[in-house]
């Protein structure tokens, strides 16, 4: 390490870059180490963050921790990066994700080609020189030829427009931009909006912390346990030792996950054997709990088993039959909107500084300067508030770059009734622009490093058939977008996925966001699949420029 088969010839002063990249995590790391060290690149990341780690550097929140289990949720590109690493725990918490990504960043020697605290204000296509301009703040233009967007799906906070907020008297943060020294819950009487993923994981930290804390739920969620534990010296050198086929797996399954989905049915087995293996599965933990049958996400009467027994988990866990009543109550097929995984989050019902507030029947009115008021008149009394309330997802992070194309078209005119693109990796009318897990591809619903490593591969495979055949521009044909866009939608169909209306995944935590099913459903093995064949056959569905073009910067 490095592995450094390529090297950069030295750039002369006001040359362009070969590459930009935008964003310093999982993706561009990766896609930095791809280009510069494998193909001998001259590529540069700008990163707003001050160091690696992307959604890692500002997710700090109480409880953060990943859903994916550590020994996935990592680089599996190398077996060498893979083996000087060693995890403590099941799951990684945000901390110890940020110490690995240092790892990384170290290994491979990336820190010198990454700029820190550069935040992108515009990035515009010069049709002319065949060249992207990125403009960060303070007005520095930089110029390259290729552009590679590597922003994460969920970096854009979604803090409701709650009146009153300006003149609240407590602290108010945003779980994903959480102050890095910490917040002292010391005390305080904290209000808790928001029981996605992210709130599931912060409730037990907050309570345990706090005076008091009140959850406002709007939406009921399943989750089952994560089973954290710290790992054993056997099981840390069973990862080690196999890397290959933990690989194989993450590679073979649908949602790049080291576990394999059984091939059988709900209605396969009694209602007995899906108790002991419902049973079995809650005991284990984990996202795997959805794997114990094929069609958890296809047939809704299979999936209706297994809601009703994780309804009826959190009615035998809660003591107060209120608020069991209240949080069982959920509305929509499990898994249907991402499931999260908690450690004690129900039990935390149960602890006597804890309440639960319905505003899906009492709505928040408004934030007054002592806490918030429901649409009732009743007055919660607040020294700090949680927005535990999601993200523009997927299509904000890039919507924010605030990109233009060909004939200065934006893409924010372009996606205006929702994201359109090939395979989720270009959008017609920007050439060279590459996103890496852009909407139409597997990304959120994926372990997210399994889409990132072959997203990154993939792009650096093709700009290497670019530069070696002369094509100058490439961006994928109206046609070929269209299509992709209709497979995305049958994709969504055939699951249970796009049949929620309040999900993220369909844009629909954002007010005024088009609603459209944005990634990728059909499994990350046939994405990938697909992907191969669409280079094999000379890059179909898109079209590539061989016109001689000028490099002046
Ligand atoms: P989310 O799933 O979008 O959940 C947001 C929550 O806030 C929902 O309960 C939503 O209610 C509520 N909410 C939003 N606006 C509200 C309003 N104005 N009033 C009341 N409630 C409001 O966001 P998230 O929990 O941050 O999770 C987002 C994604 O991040 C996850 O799905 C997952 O992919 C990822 N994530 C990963 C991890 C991990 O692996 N460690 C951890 C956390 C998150 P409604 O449902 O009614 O809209």
Redesign the pocket.
């Known amino acids: 390490m490095p592995d450094s088969s390529a090297t950069p010839s030295p750039r002369r002063p006001g040359q362009p870059l070969d590459a930009l990249i935008i964003g310093a995590g999982f993706s561009g790391m990766y896609m930095l180490h791809r280009l510069r060290d494998r193909l001998g690149l001259n590529a540069l990341v700008v990163e707003r963050g001050g160091d690696v780690g992307g959604t890692w550097y500002w ?1 700090r929140y109480p409880g ?5 289990e550590s020994h996935s949720y990592c680089f599996a590109f190398s077996e060498e990066l893979w083996r000087g690493w060693d995890w403590s725990q099941r ?1 990684p918490d945000h901390a110890e994700i940020r110490r690995y990504m240092n790892y990384v960043a170290e290994r491979l020697d990336l820190r010198r080609d990454i700029r820190f605290g550069t935040n992108v204000t515009a990035c515009a296509y010069d049709e002319a020189a065949n060249l992207w301009r990125v403009t960060v703040e303070g007005g520095e233009v930089l110029a390259a030829r290729y552009l590679i967007t590597g922003v994460g ?2 970096s854009t906070a ?1 803090v ?1 427009q ?1 009146p009153g907020l300006e003149d609240f008297a407590g602290q108010w943060y945003h ?2 931009e959480w102050p890095h020294e910490g917040v002292d819950l010391g005390g305080k009487r904290v209000g808790q ?9 912060a409730a037990p930290a907050i309570a345990a912390e706090a005076a008091h804390l009140t959850v ?4 009921a ?1 399943y989750s089952s346990p994560a089973n954290n534990q710290p790992l054993s010296a056997e099981r840390k050198a069973w990862m080690r030792d196999n890397w290959a086929e933990i690989r194989r797996v993450m590679h073979a399954t649908t949602n790049g996950h080291p576990f394999t989905v059984e091939d059988r049915s709900v209605h396969d087995v009694s209602d007995r054997e899906l108790k002991e293996i419902l049973d079995a599965a809650w005991d284990f933990g984990g996202l795997q709990f959805r794997a114990g049958f094929r069609d958890v996400l296809l047939d809704e009467t299979a999936n209706a088993k297994l809601a009703a027994y994780l309804k009826n988990k959190i009615l035998e866990i809660v003591q107060d039959p209120a608020k069991a009543r209240l949080l069982a109550d959920i509305d929509h097929p499990y898994a249907a ?2 499931p ?1 995984i908690d450690s004690g989050y129900f039990e935390t019902f149960n602890r006597d500084n804890v309440d639960l507030v319905d ?2 029947a009492d ?2 009115e408004r934030v007054t300067p002592g806490g918030i008021r429901l649409e009732s008149g009743r007055e919660i009394a607040l020294d700090v508030i949680v ?5 523009d ?1 997927l299509t904000g992070p890039l919507l924010k770059l605030n990109i233009s194309g060909a004939g200065g078209r934006t893409l924010a005119q372009e996606w205006a009734a929702g994201p359109r693109t090939y395979l989720g990796l270009q959008v017609a009318g920007f050439p060279n622009l590459f996103t890496v897990t852009g909407p139409g591809s597997p990304s ?1 619903l994926c372990n997210l490093p399994v889409p990132i490593e072959q997203h990154v591969e993939w792009i650096a495979d093709c700009i290497a058939h670019l530069r070696a055949e002369g094509v100058s521009r490439i961006e994928p044909s109206v046609a070929a977008v269209e299509a992709w866009g209709q497979e995305v939608k049958r994709a969504a169909d055939a699951t249970l996925l796009s049949r929620v209306p ?3 995944y369909l844009g ?2 954002v007010p005024g966001k088009p609603r459209v099913f944005m990634p990728y459903a059909g499994g990350m093995a046939r994405y990938r699949a697909h992907c191969d064949q669409v280079a094999a056959r000379g890059y179909e569905g898109f079209v590539l420029r061989r016109e001689a073009t000028s490099d002046a910067a």
């Open positions: 997710n953060a921790r990943c859903d994916s799951y799906c969920l979604n409701p709650l779980t994903g909006i928001g029981t996605g993923s992210t709130g599931i994981q406002f739920q709007r939406t969620n909107k991402r999260p505003v899906r709505p928040i927005f535990a309330t999601g993200y997802a959120v309040h999900s993220w629909a935590n």
